[in-house]
Every structure is written in C-alpha cells, then in structure tokens.
C-alpha cells in the first residue's frame, strides 16, 4: 500500500517460464547461493531452511559446492 503496489507481486519481481532443464540448474545454482550473497550464511551448505542438503543427498551438489565454482555468476 505504502508504494501503491497491488497484488502480490512487487515492480522488482517478475514471472519466469523455465524453458530447459539448464534454465532449472541456474534457477537453483542462484536460490541456493542468495543466503551466502546476502551474509546470512558462510557456506551454502549452512543455510539450514535451504532445500540444498537434500540435493546434496540425491548427489545433485557437492557439500563444498561454492568452492567447486567460484567463478559462478548468480547476478
């Protein structure tokens, strides 16, 4: 109310059709990193409300995954 937004989306968001199974992989690559990126965790794998360790479980990611692919962009 206060920006004079309705709805439930705000200006800064937007809808995204995943086209491909690579589009997918980003989506999550960039889900998975934002607490890192944001300093709420130091590590992926530390951000305990993260779907990350269940990944990790079905062998989707390695536990040390960020340190696998530092030169990954998620901006």
Not at 39 to 60: I, Q
Request: hydrophobic share 30%; aromatic share 16%.
């Amino acid at each position: 109310m206060k920006k004079r937004e309705l709805g439930i989306w705000q200006r800064r968001f937007y809808e995204h059709t995943v086209r491909d199974e690579k589009d997918l992989q980003s989506l999550r690559d960039y889900i998975h990193y934002n607490p890192v990126k944001h300093g709420l965790a130091e590590r992926v794998y530390d951000w305990e409300y993260s779907s990350f360790r269940k990944y990790c479980t079905k062998g989707m990611y390695e536990k040390n995954w960020m340190n696998l692919r530092e030169d990954l962009d998620l901006d």
